[in-house]
């Protein structure tokens, strides 16, 4: 059974960066899989943050951190990576990543579009 492994988080002050990083675990047998970034905070809904498709050519972001973040792929290791730079205290969050298998029916921005999630790495910011 494949499970998602997150790591990378926790406690930054404002202005500061972290790398989370995101990895099948179990028998995968290709990169043909799409990845997404959510968050959820305190009293939050979850959100999308990032997407990244199975090429890594396509990546997307939302709004409030199109510019800040970075998200990208090593194929090699399996490994999907968001950078987060000059980070706010409203980034503090749970981060998720979830995979979706396979190359269509991925809408990247929508939650229920994701086949399995990893169990969310605590961010938090300082001001």
């Known amino acids: 059974q494949v499970r998602l492994e997150e790591s990378g988080g926790g406690l930054v002050q404002a202005g500061g960066s972290l790398t989370l990083a995101c990895k099948p675990s179990g028998r995968t047998y290709s990169n043909d899989y799409g990845v997404g970034w959510f968050r959820q905070g305190p009293g939050k809904e979850r959100e999308f943050t990032a997407a990244i498709d199975w090429s890594g050519a396509g990546t997307y972001y939302s709004d409030f951190v199109r510019g800040r973040f970075a998200i990208s792929r090593d194929n090699a290791k399996n490994t999907v990576y968001l950078r987060m730079n000059s980070l706010e205290p409203e980034d503090t969050a749970v981060y998720y990543c979830?995979?979706?298998?396979?190359?269509?029916?991925?809408?990247?921005?929508?939650?229920?579009?994701?086949?399995?999630w990893g169990q969310g790495t605590q961010v938090t910011v300082s001001s």
């Open positions: 979830g995979v979706h298998w396979g190359s269509t029916g991925w809408t990247y921005s929508y939650y229920h579009t994701y086949d399995i």
